[in-house]
């Protein structure tokens, strides 16, 4: 019974952590890093590392460098494009460090390819559209702001991921529907801008 919980906790915190690299790839990743160094969480054998001072040194800065760079107009899309498998990778990764329940290799790895990588590539998708239609309705102006929302709801979510790990996946599927209704928005104005206007008979 013990090692059911463990298994539905460690499941639940991995797919939320995922889910956020939709968002960014590596917030979430350094987060882990700082809450395994802190030993807030458990790695599962062979991702000690993660929690190491050099670990935690270069996800710090590859957050920050993938932050800074989606405030630039034009390299925003291209990273965009460029980061998708790694936030599939990254995603799945989540699901199998944080995966210490005592399950099979194989089924630990299936749960974190179908789980982990499926939660982040299905963000990663609505925050691509979220985008690409930003950029086409504000010519990039809004993208900025877009930029500032991920950046946000994948710390909280990290951070909840970790310490409330379903808190954490509630806040994370919150997150991604308020993504999809802004999405709908921006489209709906778009097409009502780009309509012709109707013309008196």
């Known amino acids: 019974m013990e090692n059911a919980y463990q298994f539905v906790v460690c499941l639940i915190m991995g797919i939320a952590l995922s889910a956020t690299c939709g968002f960014k790839v590596f917030v979430p990743m350094l987060c882990l890093s700082l809450g395994a160094h802190a030993g807030w969480i458990t790695l599962s054998p062979g991702f000690a590392w993660l929690g190491s001072y050099p670990a935690v040194f270069l996800l710090a800065v590859a957050t920050i460098l993938e932050i800074c760079t989606y405030y630039i107009p034009g390299v925003d899309n291209f990273m965009d494009a460029i980061s998708f498998p790694v936030a599939v990778i990254a995603g799945t990764m989540a699901v199998s460090s944080t995966m210490v329940a005592d399950i099979s290799p194989m089924l630990k790895w299936v749960l974190a390819i179908v789980a982990g990588g499926g939660a982040s590539a299905a963000v990663k998708i609505a925050s691509s559209a979220v985008r690409g239609t930003s950029t086409v309705v504000t010519a990039g102006l809004g993208n900025s702001f877009i930029n500032t929302f991920e950046t946000i709801g994948?710390?909280?979510?990290?951070?909840?991921?970790?310490?409330?790990?379903?808190?954490?996946?509630?806040?994370?599927?919150?997150?991604?529907?308020?993504f999809c209704l802004f999405l709908k928005r921006l489209f709906l104005s778009w097409k009502k801008k780009t309509s012709p206007e109707p013309t008196a008979g």
């Open 154 to 178: 994948s710390v909280l979510g990290s951070l909840l991921s970790i310490l409330l790990p379903l808190i954490g996946s509630i806040i994370v599927i919150c997150l991604l529907v308020a």
